[in-house]
Structures are given as structure tokens and as C-alpha cells.
């Protein structure tokens, strides 16, 4: 049976057409996903993340821990509040999730998951901290909400405590503020400014409808997906799993190689992998045809299959369709896609394509 967030029935009172996702009843739309997408890269749009789950990690070995788990270094994260993207990888270097961290002080990190792979995730945390001092619990009491939008910021300051608003408003990205257990991060799953706001369950429906009689539209699944895949954004479970490794998935920008003495799960494997140049390449495509490009495509060099769709879909932004691709590091700057039986010709780009509303390739 799926689980419901906190704002389910604020959602089915709006009208959202609701689906299952990652064990969850979630909105997909409220009406227009491309109408919900281009909201957020004009305006402001929100949506529900509750369905991700909020862990604190706290004790004395905290930061130790966290350096040997995830292949980036929490050692980066020096001012409290500051936010790192990295993943966290199984002894073969496939990616068991990817994940946002949190600093908050020296024996307190916050991360964030994703909603499919929670229950797995607490299990791997727990398994890999028995032997540090360093409780994992999961926050099931905060919700979640993403505030996205040139125009996010300014629309959902108003609506916070003044402590919020005073720490926010000059807020960097990738950084966050809390007030009791409200927390003000700024980071997003768009492309777009904006901010992830966690919060007590209780409060979530009320704020929710501030935001939106503050002009914030609420928005669903289908236009969060089309948001990320244009700003070059992985998505757990199509771009990369327990199978691919961060070096296969575009994410080697993520993997902390140094100090060359910190042993972290999974390192050795990547350390051979790294050196590997028949590795595969994750690349961007645009199709230069008609079709649209879905998951799970064959991409073809002539006769020789070069790869496959990971990712794809059209990009309301740049009206055209595109996709993430894992593919043979030798292909060329074209390749072709079978679609329905057909070849139809797509460009090798480099992603993300959309940035603040903007194309960043060239069409």
C-alpha cells in the first residue's frame, strides 16, 4: 500500500492527479505539466519533496563516518549550514543513493535521500555505523517543500519567521539556515534559484497555502522531471544504481580523490575504473529528428550499438527533445537512435542544456 505525505489531501483538494512514485501518492500535475514546467522557469512554483526523508546524524565519530561512507569529502564543509552533493557507493563503486549533506556542527550532519531507496539507505547507515560513535535518525516529522523560480526567493521569504528572512536573504547556494525546526536551504532540483524548506509536518498544509496565495503555483512530478533532465540533473535509479558507477554516470565531479590517504567504500574499484579508458562516457543528447527520446533506447554508430538512453524526454524549454545517454567512450559527435524501428539522428552535447531559463547549447 502507498504512503501518503502530509499534504496529500491539500493536493487532492487542488485538483492534482495523483500517482504512485517511490512507494508514495504523489501529484503528477494539476492540471498543465507544461504549463506547472514553465512556471518555474519564469515565476515561482512549488513542489511537495516530502516524500524524501530527512536523516540527522549525530555523535563524536560523526564526521569520521561520513568521510569513509560517501565518495566526497565532508571535510570540505567547514561553516555550519554549508550543503555538499555527493553519493554514496557499495564496495564495487555502484551507487547505493545520491544524496545532499549537510553540516550543522562538528557531531551533527543532516543528510537528505531519496524516497525509493529510504528503507535501504537507513539499513546501509545503520550497518555501516556500528562501529563509530554516530546515532543515525531519521526526521519523519519534517516535511519538505521545494520553492523554485526566478522569482522563489522573493515570494517565500515574506512567509518566514523574521530570523529566516534575515538569515536568507543574502543566503549563498548550497548553503542553509535553520529556526528551530524550520531549515532554509538553497538548493533546488531545477536548474532554477530557489529554496528546499524543511518543517514540521504539522505546519506544512498551512504553508503550502501561503505560498500559494503568494503566487507560488503548485507543481508535479511530471514538470519536476522535465526541470531536471534540462538542467543536466541525475536522476536515482535511471542514470545511475548499484550497477553504474559515478565515473559512468557524469559524476566524477563529485568523487573527493583527494587527500589521497582517505579510504572511503568503494574507492579501490573507482581507482582502477578511473584508469580504464574503455570505461563508458555519459553524455547529452539532442535529437535532431522527429521523435522524442525515451529511457532506454539504443543508440547505434551504423550497425554497431554504441549505447542507450538512461534518461529522455522532451524539454518544454527548448522545444526539442533530449536525453542522457551512457555510451562506448569512442563514438563520434552524432549517433543514431532507433525509435519504433527507425534510425533517427541524434547530436552529442554536453549537459545540463537549460540554465536560469536559458538554453546553453547551441540548437
Not at 530570523?163 to 532554477?192: C, H, I, M, S
Request: aromatic share 8%; proline share 4%.
Amino acid at each position: 500500500m502507498s504512503k501518503q505525505t502530509v499534504l496529500y489531501d491539500t493536493h487532492k483538494a487542488m485538483g492534482a492527479r495523483l500517482v504512485p512514485f517511490g512507494g508514495w501518492d504523489m501529484p503528477l500535475h494539476y492540471g498543465s505539466q507544461l504549463e506547472e514546467h514553465h512556471h518555474v522557469r519564469r515565476d515561482a512554483g512549488m513542489f511537495d519533496v516530502s516524500h524524501m526523508t530527512v536523516v540527522d546524524i549525530k555523535g563524536a565519530d560523526v564526521k569520521a563516518f561520513l568521510r569513509y561512507l560517501l565518495a566526497n569529502d565532508v571535510d570540505k564543509l567547514k561553516q555550519p549550514g554549508k550543503a555538499l552533493y555527493t553519493c554514496m557507493l557499495n564496495e564495487t563503486g555502484g551507487v547505493v543513493d545520491d544524496l545532499i549533506v549537510y553540516y550543522l556542527d562538528d557531531q551533527w550532519y543532516r543528510l537528505v535521500v531519496n524516497a525509493g531507496t529510504t528503507e535501504k539507505d537507513l539499513a546501509w547507515l545503520e550497518k555501516r555505523s556500528a562501529t563509530y560513535d554516530a546515532a543515525v535518525k531519521p526526521r519523519r516529522d519534517l516535511a519538505m517543500i521545494a520553492v523554485q523560480g526566478p522569482n522563489a526567493r522573493a515570494k517565500a521569504l515574506p512567509l518566514l519567521s523574521s530570523e529566516l528572512q534575515q538569515k536568507g536573504r543574502d543566503l549563498k547556494p548550497f548553503n542553509a539556515v535553520a529556526d528551530g525546526d524550520w531549515f532554509l536551504a538553497r538548493t533546488g532540483y531545477t536548474g532554477e534559484d530557489g529554496f528546499e524548506i524543511m518543517l514540521p509536518g504539522d505546519r506544512a498544509a498551512e504553508f503550502w497555502r501561503q505560498l500559494h496565495t503568494a503566487g507560488v503555483e503548485p507543481c508535479g512530478l511530471g514538470a519536476r522531471d522535465t526541470l531536471r533532465l534540462e538542467a543536466g540533473m541525475n536522476l536515482y535509479g535511471s542514470d545511475m544504481d548499484e550497477e553504474s558507477s559515478p565515473l559512468e554516470s557524469g559524476l566524477g565531479w563529485t568523487i573527493a580523490w583527494e587527500p589521497q590517504e582517505r579510504d572511503f567504500v568503494g574507492r579501490t574499484v573507482l581507482e582502477q575504473q578511473r584508469k580504464d579508458k574503455q570505461k563508458r562516457r555519459f553524455v547529452g543528447l539532442v535529437l535532431t529528428g522527429r521523435g522524442v527520446l525515451r529511457n532506454h533506447l539504443k543508440l547505434f554508430d551504423g550497425e554497431k550499438e554504441v549505447g542507450e538512453i538512461t534518461s529522455g524526454g522532451f524539454a518544454p524549454t527548448l522545444e526539442r527533445s533530449i536525453a542522457f545517454a551512457r555510451v562506448l567512450p569512442d563514438i563520434g559527435e552524432t549517433c543514431d537512435v532507433e525509435i519504433r524501428g527507425k534510425r533517427v539522428k541524434a547530436q552529442l552535447v554536453k549537459p545540463p542544456f537549460v540554465r536560469n531559463g536559458k538554453a546553453v547549447i547551441d540548437l
